[in-house]
């Protein structure tokens, strides 16, 4: 079994891989003075509740937007699986060509689902990941990724808008019943959530009049779910994208 992770900002989610089906997937808090023992401690209880043991696990795929916990994820994996695990990166074959003016500042994650999205969906696709930041990363009909946008993630959004103003609550991110909020909460809620419905809306309109044709719409991270149900402009929401990546990519290089 292969075992691949995604390691962001906010949250690292992991996978289990028998074969091609995703066996089982979970979610941790990111925390970067967390220790390889301690996540290794964390992931001996999820795999020993999905009944699997460590020595089920042969094989190992990680990206990471994180770089201090690179070694510590190498670490874990060296100390307790006894694997040398794949870390998507410079030298490692994707199947991906980078069409940017400098191919290193793309994110591994990003190259992870712009493999899988190729794979799943064919191409050209927009890929759009809402997590700790909303990204669109856009791939060509040969699999190539040419281009991508980066802008403020919905959590992040609503947290700087508690911080940073005296009377405004923390809010809980769920979609309002009207756009035309009837008190500060449903107004921060419509706010948000329509809100950033509407930026993926508006980006997705000038993305497409910048290609010259509509091409097919994929939503992955943690609150792809939530905008895909206050919008019509998101094809396919696919919460396992960058795990899926990994995979493919650990068989380009593994065989």
């Given at each position: 079994?292969?075992?691949?992770?995604?390691?962001?900002?906010?949250?690292?989610?992991?996978?289990?891989?028998?074969?091609?089906?995703?066996?089982?997937?979970?979610?941790?808090?990111?925390?970067?003075?967390?220790?390889?023992?301690?996540?290794?401690?964390?992931?001996?209880?999820?795999?020993?509740?999905?009944?699997?043991?460590?020595?089920?696990?042969?094989?190992?795929?990680?990206?990471?937007?994180?770089?201090?916990?690179?070694?510590?994820?190498?670490?874990?994996?060296?100390?307790?699986?006894?694997i040398k695990p794949l870390v998507v990166g410079?030298?490692?074959?994707?199947?991906?060509?980078?069409?940017?003016?400098?191919?290193?500042?793309?994110g591994a994650d990003r190259i992870a689902d712009?493999?899988?999205?190729?794979?799943?969906?064919?191409?050209?696709?927009?890929?759009?990941?809402?997590?700790?930041?909303?990204?669109?990363?856009?791939v060509s009909k040969e699999g190539d990724y040419?281009?991508?946008?980066?802008?403020?993630?919905?959590?992040?959004?609503?947290?700087?808008?508690?911080?940073?103003?005296?009377?405004?609550?923390?809010?809980?991110?769920?979609?309002?019943?009207?756009?035309?909020?009837?008190?500060?909460?449903?107004?921060?809620?419509?706010?948000?959530?329509?809100?950033?419905?509407?930026?993926?809306?508006?980006?997705?309109?000038?993305?497409?009049?910048?290609?010259?044709?509509?091409?097919?719409?994929?939503?992955?991270?943690?609150?792809?779910?939530?905008?895909?149900?206050?919008?019509?402009?998101?094809?396919?929401?696919?919460?396992?994208?960058?795990?899926?990546?990994?995979?493919?990519?650990?068989?380009?290089?593994?065989?």
């Amino acid at each position: 079994m292969l075992l691949a992770v995604d390691i962001g900002n906010t949250s690292t989610k992991l996978g289990v891989f028998d074969g091609e089906k995703l066996r089982a997937t979970w979610h941790m808090a990111t925390g970067v003075h967390r220790m390889a023992d301690e996540y290794a401690a964390l992931l001996f209880n999820l795999l020993h509740r999905q009944g699997l043991e460590t020595t089920d696990i042969k094989a190992a795929a990680m990206c990471s937007v994180v770089p201090p916990l690179i070694s510590t994820f190498e670490e874990l994996f060296e100390r307790y699986f006894q694997i040398k695990p794949l870390v998507v990166g410079a030298g490692v074959k994707t199947g991906v060509s980078i069409r940017m003016d400098n191919p290193r500042e793309v994110g591994a994650d990003r190259i992870a689902d712009a493999a899988a999205a190729h794979k799943l969906y064919g191409g050209p696709v927009i890929i759009i990941d809402l997590g700790t930041a909303t990204t669109f990363g856009i791939v060509s009909k040969e699999g190539d990724y040419i281009g991508g946008i980066i802008a403020t993630g919905i959590a992040t959004a609503a947290e700087a808008l508690f911080t940073r103003t005296s009377q405004l609550p923390r809010v809980e991110l769920a979609r309002p019943k009207h756009v035309i909020g009837s008190n500060t909460v449903t107004a921060i809620q419509s706010g948000i959530i329509y809100g950033y419905a509407s930026l993926v809306e508006g980006m997705l309109e000038r993305i497409h009049k910048e290609l010259g044709a509509k091409v097919k719409v994929v939503a992955t991270g943690g609150y792809a779910e939530l905008i895909a149900n206050v919008t019509d402009v998101i094809d396919v929401v696919n919460p396992d994208l960058t795990l899926i990546g990994l995979r493919l990519i650990y068989q380009i290089n593994k065989g």
